[in-house]
């Protein structure tokens, strides 16, 4: 009877330690960092090089990435804890504080500096020097109403070239962006004859290069510099309570930021290819170096007071700002500033 009693003694001793442990036998690891990213992108490069090459666990922290799919996904994973840190467009911040989102997520780091987008049109109505005035009694697929892509290509053309858009050829109108194409059918609808020009992400811009079924003639990163356009956020209890992880994780970041910078193209697909499975190594290359060619990759992770002011500034030119954000209320440059070069 007393050997009986020392053993379940024992066994309900077993059992509360693992009650403590999310199994028996493996401890819950506080060092893990849970990402939510609006979409799996390229344009991402130097987090997935950062992943891939083993910056994070030189840092002690381990990520759990997942694809949520858009910006509300992402920003729905941040409040209700399902997310540590989110990477979405910094405008999804701002509508989600016009709408009056008490607990809206801070902006701790940008990711990338400029518009992502390509502008590809058909082979055979651009064989010589491509000029925006081209593009006067043209259609362009431009994505969803209120997203950047969108945004950035109606602010250019009335900016840069005093050009007139609309919906329809009426009313004066030079040039028709299309927003009827829900974004992740606009290559395929290009694709299939659908408008003369379509912004395009990587890598299918490329891809239509090598079908032959388009031609990148702009990169609207090179014409609108200095934007915020994929940022790192996080619940501002989530910064106040774990400042060294988002410390470990800005330093693994710049690490995947400096391998990108100098990599071979060997070693761009050996740091990718993990990430990008599907990819071919000749897309994958085509996509970075283009990236970088416009100084899509933010090389100093503080978002700047100048780049939110024309960030909103693109947005009201949509018609797409109810009114604007302060700077101070929306962007933390704390960590980020401590990696600045």
């Given at each position: 009877m007393k050997k009986l009693t020392i053993l379940l003694v024992v066994v309900m001793s077993l059992f509360s330690v693992c009650l403590g442990l999310t199994a028996c036998g493996k401890k819950k690891d506080d060092n893990v960092i849970r990402v939510s990213e609006v979409t799996h992108s390229l344009f991402y490069a130097p987090m997935y090089v950062a992943m891939n090459n083993g910056y994070f666990e030189e840092e002690g922290i381990e990520i759990e990435l997942t694809n949520a799919g858009g910006s509300d996904a992402v920003t729905t994973a941040l409040t209700s804890k399902s997310a540590d840190i989110g990477l979405l467009g910094p405008e999804g911040m701002i509508y989600v504080r016009n709408q009056g989102m008490s607990n809206a997520p801070i902006i701790f780091a940008q990711l990338t500096a400029c518009d992502g987008s390509f502008l590809v049109g058909r082979p055979d109505e651009n064989t010589g020097t491509f000029s925006y005035t081209d593009l006067v009694g043209k259609s362009i697929i431009g994505g969803r109403r209120g997203g950047m892509p969108a945004m950035t290509l109606k602010y250019i053309l009335e900016h840069n070239y005093g050009l007139t858009t609309g919906d329809s050829f009426e009313d004066g109108v030079d040039t028709v962006i299309d927003l009827?194409?829900?974004?992740n059918l606009t290559v395929s609808s290009f694709v299939a004859g659908t408008g003369d020009y379509c912004t395009m992400f990587e890598p299918s811009a490329s891809q239509c290069e090598l079908d032959g079924t388009g031609?990148?003639?702009?990169?609207?990163?090179?014409?609108?510099?200095?934007i915020p356009y994929t940022v790192y956020t996080a619940t501002s209890s989530f910064l106040k309570k774990n400042p060294e992880k988002i410390e470990k994780f800005m330093r693994a970041l710049k690490k995947g930021y400096d391998y990108l910078m100098t990599a071979t193209d060997a070693q761009l697909v050996s740091a990718l290819k993990p990430s990008f499975s599907t990819t071919s190594d000749q897309l994958i290359i085509s996509a970075v170096r283009n990236y970088i060619r416009i100084g899509a990759y933010a090389d100093d992770f503080v978002l700047s007071e100048s780049s939110w002011n024309m960030l909103q500034e693109i947005m009201d030119n949509a018609g797409e700002l109810s009114a604007r954000v302060n700077y101070a209320d929306a962007v933390n440059t704390e960590f980020a500033s401590a990696v600045a070069d």
């Open positions: 009827s194409v829900a974004f031609v990148i003639v702009s990169a609207l990163g090179e014409e609108v510099s200095d």
